[in-house]
C-alpha cells in the first residue's frame, strides 16, 4: 500500500448504529487530519493529530470521537449519527510542523451515508 | 476569518479551448497556496504549492500563478481527462498548519 489509505470506502448506517472509518498513512509523516466534504461546500476540518497529539477539534458534535494510536493510524469513531451527517469523510496526512507549508495529502474517502 | 473564493463554479470546455480558473483568497499572512485536483468519489490529488507573489508552478497542461490577492490554474489545450474539480487552499502564515480550502471549480471538457 502507499500513500493514504481509507476504509471502507462506502458505509450506510442507521442513527443508532456505532461504526468506525479507519485511516493509515504510508508517508512517515506526523500529523493527521479529518475531514468532511458536503456537497456545494469547503471541506471542512474536524480534528488534527500532531505526533498522536490532538492539536485541533473544530467544534465537532460529540457523536464523533477520534482515535489516534500512532501516527500511521487514525479512527473516526462514529454514534448516533443524523441525516445531515452523511457525506464524504477525508483523512489527510502531512510532515507536521516545520515552520514551513505543510502539504496535506488525503485519502480516497469514506462515503457514509446516515439513514 | 480567512477565506477562499473560487470561480467559476463550473465550466464546460470543449477539447483544446484553454482556460483559467481563479481563487481569490485573503488571509494576514500567506504561508502558502495550494491547488489539488479531485476527480468524483475521490479525494483531492496534490498538483502545486506556490508560495510568493510572482511565482509559477507548470505540470503538463496546467499553469498556476500567484499575485498578492489570487492565483490563477492556467489550462492550455485541455483533454477530456483533464474534467475534475479543481481546488484551491491556502494555509496561513501565522499558527497551525491548517488548510482553508475554496469550494472549487467543476471542469467539464468535452471532446
Known amino acids: 500500500e502507499t500513500g493514504v489509505t481509507q476504509t471502507p470506502r462506502h458505509l450506510v448506517m442507521g442513527m443508532t448504529n456505532k461504526k468506525s472509518l479507519k485511516c493509515e498513512q504510508h508517508?512517515?509523516?506526523?500529523?493527521m487530519y479529518w475531514y468532511k466534504q458536503s456537497a456545494k461546500k469547503p471541506l471542512e476540518l474536524m480534528f488534527v493529530?500532531?505526533?498522536?497529539?490532538?492539536?485541533e477539534n473544530n467544534s465537532v458534535p460529540s457523536r464523533f470521537s477520534p482515535e489516534c494510536p500512532n501516527s500511521s493510524h487514525l479512527f473516526l469513531h462514529l454514534h448516533t449519527l443524523q441525516p445531515e451527517d452523511s457525506a464524504l469523510y477525508l483523512c489527510?496526512?502531512?510532515?507536521?510542523?516545520?515552520?514551513?507549508?505543510?502539504?496535506?495529502?488525503f485519502g480516497p474517502g469514506t462515503r457514509l451515508t446516515v439513514l | 476569518e480567512d477565506q477562499v473564493t473560487q470561480s467559476p463554479e463550473a465550466l464546460r470546455l470543449q477539447e483544446g479551448e484553454s482556460s483559467s480558473l481563479n481563487c481569490s483568497y485573503t488571509v494576514s499572512g500567506l504561508r502558502g497556496l495550494f491547488w489539488y485536483r479531485q476527480d468524483p468519489g475521490k479525494g483531492p490529488e496534490f498538483l502545486f504549492t506556490?508560495?510568493?507573489a510572482g511565482e509559477e508552478k507548470e505540470k503538463e497542461r496546467l499553469k498556476a500563478t500567484l499575485t498578492k490577492k489570487e492565483s490563477f490554474l492556467h489550462i492550455t489545450a485541455p483533454k477530456p481527462e483533464d474534467s475534475a474539480t479543481y481546488l484551491c487552499a491556502v494555509q496561513e502564515l501565522e499558527g497551525a498548519n491548517n488548510l482553508f480550502f475554496g469550494t472549487g471549480t467543476r471542469l467539464t471538457v468535452i471532446p
Open positions: 489527510a496526512s502531512s510532515q507536521g510542523w516545520s515552520g514551513g507549508t505543510d502539504t496535506q495529502y
Open positions: 493529530y500532531n505526533f498522536k497529539e490532538q492539536t
Open positions: 508517508l512517515g509523516h506526523n500529523a
Open positions: 506556490l508560495y510568493s
